[in-house]
């Protein structure tokens, strides 16, 4: 007899209220990841968020704080965001995977990222598309390849479509791929890379309606 494969939609309540996704998340255990990680981290921002933004995983930063983006690619984030003239405050950021994946180096208590697998960001995936449901977002924005193919497949590369507005599939919303702002940090040549990270959120914020007044 084949045997079910695991994922969050148990875990995950028929509901379109943030405040009730984010509780049931915490006790999720749709994949294996719960058991090391420190606790769930769930998205982050209002629940009429003109854009979602989703990264791959939560980081160390992250796991411990149980909030999305709040150490130094966040705060890069952030700063990126201002200068591409996409209001923050109306930005919703979440992650693939919920749960902080990780191996100790050999010495010490560091913890070092480890990129989630196929079966662990597709388990995930019911809790992202509650939260699409939820924001209703005009544009979904992706942050490395990770999240990008949580919902674009596994065959979308960032590497061909990168900056470029896509119709988001069975939703009524445009979609953007770029880097996730970790990797301009890692850049040798950081400016630049920087420089091309706000150009690709740029291009985003042209998909954005005019706010009515």
Same mark, same amino acid.
């Given at each position: 007899m084949?045997?079910?494969?695991?994922?969050?939609s148990e875990?995950?309540p028929?509901?379109?209220?943030?405040?009730?996704?984010r509780s049931a998340?915490?006790t999720c255990?749709?994949?294996?990841l719960?058991?090391d990680?420190t606790q769930?981290v769930?998205?982050?921002?209002?629940?009429?968020?003109?854009?979602l933004?989703?990264g791959?995983?939560?980081?160390?930063?992250e796991?411990?704080?149980?909030?999305?983006?709040?150490?130094?690619a966040?705060r890069?984030l952030?700063r990126a965001?201002?200068?591409?003239?996409i209001?923050?405050?109306?930005v919703y950021?979440?992650?693939a995977?919920?749960?902080?994946?990780f191996v100790?180096a050999?010495?010490?208590?560091?913890?070092?990222?480890?990129?989630?697998s196929?079966t662990?960001? @597709?388990a995930?995936? /019911?809790w992202?598309? +509650?939260e699409l449901d939820?924001?209703r977002?005009? %544009?979904? *924005?992706?942050?490395? =390849?990770t999240?990008?193919?949580a919902?674009?497949g596994?065959?979308?590369?960032?590497?061909r479509?990168?900056?470029?507005l896509?119709?988001?599939?069975?939703r009524?919303?445009k979609?953007?791929?770029?880097v996730?702002p970790s990797s @301009?940090l890692r850049? /040798?040549?950081?400016? +630049?890379?920087?420089?091309?990270?706000v150009?690709? %959120?740029r *291009?985003?914020a042209t =998909?954005?309606?005019?706010a009515?007044?």
């Amino acid at each position: 007899m084949a045997t079910r494969t695991q994922d969050a939609s148990e875990f995950v309540p028929d509901t379109r209220e943030l405040s009730r996704l984010r509780s049931a998340a915490a006790t999720c255990r749709g994949c294996g990841l719960y058991r090391d990680a420190t606790q769930t981290v769930f998205g982050d921002g209002p629940g009429n968020a003109r854009v979602l933004m989703v990264g791959e995983q939560p980081g160390d930063y992250e796991d411990r704080a149980g909030e999305p983006f709040v150490g130094p690619a966040g705060r890069l984030l952030d700063r990126a965001l201002a200068e591409s003239a996409i209001d923050r405050e109306q930005v919703y950021v979440t992650n693939a995977v919920k749960h902080f994946k990780f191996v100790r180096a050999e010495r010490g208590k560091q913890r070092i990222h480890k990129k989630p697998s196929r079966t662990e960001i @597709v388990a995930c995936r /019911p809790w992202l598309l +509650a939260e699409l449901d939820a924001t209703r977002p005009e %544009l979904v *924005v992706f942050l490395g =390849a990770t999240a990008a193919q949580a919902l674009l497949g596994s065959s979308f590369r960032v590497t061909r479509e990168r900056g470029n507005l896509l119709d988001l599939p069975e939703r009524p919303a445009k979609a953007l791929a770029t880097v996730h702002p970790s990797s @301009v940090l890692r850049a /040798p040549d950081r400016q +630049a890379a920087y420089a091309d990270f706000v150009a690709d %959120l740029r *291009v985003a914020a042209t =998909a954005l309606e005019p706010a009515k007044p």
